[in-house]
């Protein structure tokens, strides 16, 4: 008998032990899903506060503010159920029945597999501290903020069900595209929105996904294979460079994307990165490259003979850094000819990054961050047009000029 009760009590120790070394590897696993789904970005204002909300995002009405999602029973989300933590993540439906601002991307969450929410709930319940904070409500006026028209939105642009395989494909590239439509959210930026803000494709099936938008004066480009020039020459292991470590021969990372890479994708293992790379790469199979003619820029440069005074300005305030043959330093000060922020559809993120400089984020795998100084204060409204008109037809590429009220607007951003 006391034999028999000595057993039970070890099977029922080990199950207990069983059950805590699961809930442990579930956190683990849900730690690094919150790194992939980057829900610091929005969810941290204070870095000592890790997941209490209060961070203001801007919306075309106006600013959302993040809400707490630690473990806090009053403040938090302590008292989510598993089945109502997946609801908001996937629904954009708050425990309390109330809607979301699509500011949470659920639309890109909607993808998500039962497992890694569950993961994800374990970590949100048992590896993040419980911190008080009461979240704040939005600045969008009356009768604006009203949250019922929130349930219909989520009703017509939030894809029902988990990601589905995608057949004839291989593991690697659906675990991308999993990743990419999914937590990585990179929809959410470089993607357009149509008229009721939401992002006009969530798949590779329309060409309007992933092929380019504007946000908060920046423009994310195309990296959907959509435009010509989309990511054109990035190798594989080019786009592995860039999500792990900020830069790569080809570009550096700035505005929004800075965010991404310093927050989200330089944690993503390298079985992840290599799987966004192959998904990302295949969405550019076949286009054409970016129309190019004959440099006649370089030599010119090279010669101290500028024409015209968008050319004269960069000779005498870029050209130090990206060169005459605007090929740049590798992996240091990034590369002008055929670069997506200069050809770009949108100038927003040329015009942005010569009037308030930007500096590379330093990252695990490239701590030297290094900057680009600002010209707002040097160069005019006109002079910043004629320089960028410059580089966008520059070395033989041939982008639409840009106007000194493009520049007023972006000037009076922030
Ligand atoms: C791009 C910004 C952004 C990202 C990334 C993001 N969230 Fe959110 N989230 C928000 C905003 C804003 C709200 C509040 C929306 C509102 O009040 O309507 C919110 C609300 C929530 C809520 C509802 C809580 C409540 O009761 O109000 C949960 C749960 C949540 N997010 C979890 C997550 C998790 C988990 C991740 C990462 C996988 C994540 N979020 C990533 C912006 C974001
Ligand atoms: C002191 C060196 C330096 C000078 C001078 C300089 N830049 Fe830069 N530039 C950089 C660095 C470093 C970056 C990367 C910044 C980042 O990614 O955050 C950069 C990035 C850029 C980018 C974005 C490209 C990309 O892929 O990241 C553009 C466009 C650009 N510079 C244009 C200019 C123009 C136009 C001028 C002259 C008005 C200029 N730069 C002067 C160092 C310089
Ligand atoms: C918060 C907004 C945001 C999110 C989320 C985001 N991006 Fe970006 N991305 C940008 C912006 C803005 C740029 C332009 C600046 C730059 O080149 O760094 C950019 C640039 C890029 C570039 C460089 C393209 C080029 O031609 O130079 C790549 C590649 C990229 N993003 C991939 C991704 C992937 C993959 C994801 C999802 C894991 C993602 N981005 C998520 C905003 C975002």
Redesign the pocket.
Known sequence: MKLAFLSLAIVLASGAVFADEARDASVARGKY??L????A???TADPKRPFA?G?P?QSPLGA??????TPDDAD??GR?SLEQ?AD??RK?R???G????P????PS?SRLRDQDVGD?YAY?MHGVEALPSK?RP?GIPWPLNM?WP?ALWSAAFTPQGAYQEVAGRSAEWNRGAYLVQG?G?CG?CHTPRGIALQEKALDQGSPQYLSGAVQDGWAAPDIGGAQPGSLQGWSEQDLITFLRTGRNDHSAAFGAMSDAVLHSTQYFSDADLKAVAVYLGSLGEGQAPRHTAADQTTPRLAEGKPQGEGEALYLDNCAACHRSDGQGYRATFPRLAGNSAVLGASPESLIHIILKGSSVPKTQGAPTGLTMPDFGWRLNDAQVAELATFLRSAWGYDAAAVTAAEVARIRALE
């Open positions: 899903l919150a992939l789904g980057d829900c970005a929005c969810h909300g961070a995002l959302i503010y993040s809400t707490n999602i938090g989300i989510y933590f908001a993540l954009g708050a425990a309390d109330h809607y979301l601002y500011a949470m991307p659920y969450f994800l949100f979240a939005s949250r929130l937590l959210h959410s």
